[in-house]
């Protein structure tokens, strides 16, 4: 048996145990999640189509991987001179199996996450093991701490003015600023680590941030 579903704007053709990726689904990895927007079912040539959907049709998927697409890259460049705009996009994703494929008002059978594998395991109880032993000196306080700590330091002085780099609006040079970059010289001397490390925790691509830097390094040498 398929289904036709539709999810995040798409529609998919799936089947019992099809792996899929769609649009970010808010849930941890192994638990089952309901889509009802289910357009229209069928076995070999005996098609049944919803109007728009099925009434009582229902497809359960489990969780198996949040992550992220490749990065895509919308770069514009108009015959004025210097006059362009380069933006980087990842879209979050979900990857899920699809579990069942209900009709009729049926309830799905299987709801429980699944266990971690053996391996994923051993090292929760390791390092479980491990935090027992290690003296408590108030864990919390210290990751309330680290989250809240900037990913770069900031230098002294007056902050430049960021906005002037084509791409930086007043929403990413607040951002860049709480993460400690508020200078046309700290751009400028990012490393490809330091861009990966942005990458990882804001809302930047890594191209992104690589024309920031080449466009840091000429006003900084000014």
Known sequence: MFAVIKTGGKQYRVAANDLLKIEKVEANVGDIVEIGQVLAHGEGENVTFGAP??????????VVEQGKNRTVIAFKKRRRQNSRRKIGHRQLLTTVRISEILLGGAKPTKTAAVKAPKKEAKAEAATEAK????????PKAKAAETAAAPLFKAPKGEPDDLTVIKGIGPVAAKDLAEQ??????QLAKLTDKDVAK???????SADQIKDWREQAKELAAK
């Not at 959907?53 to 489990?62: H, I, M, R, S, Y």
């Not at 400690?180 to 010289?185: K, P, V």
Request: proline fraction near 6%; glycine fraction near 6%; avoid cysteine.
């Open 53 to 62: 959907f099925v009434d009582g049709a229902l497809v359960t998927a489990e």
């Open 180 to 185: 400690g970059i508020i200078t046309f010289a």
């Open 198 to 204: 942005i990458d990882e925790h804001m809302p930047f």
């Open 131 to 138: 935090a027992e032993a290690a003296p408590k000196k108030e």
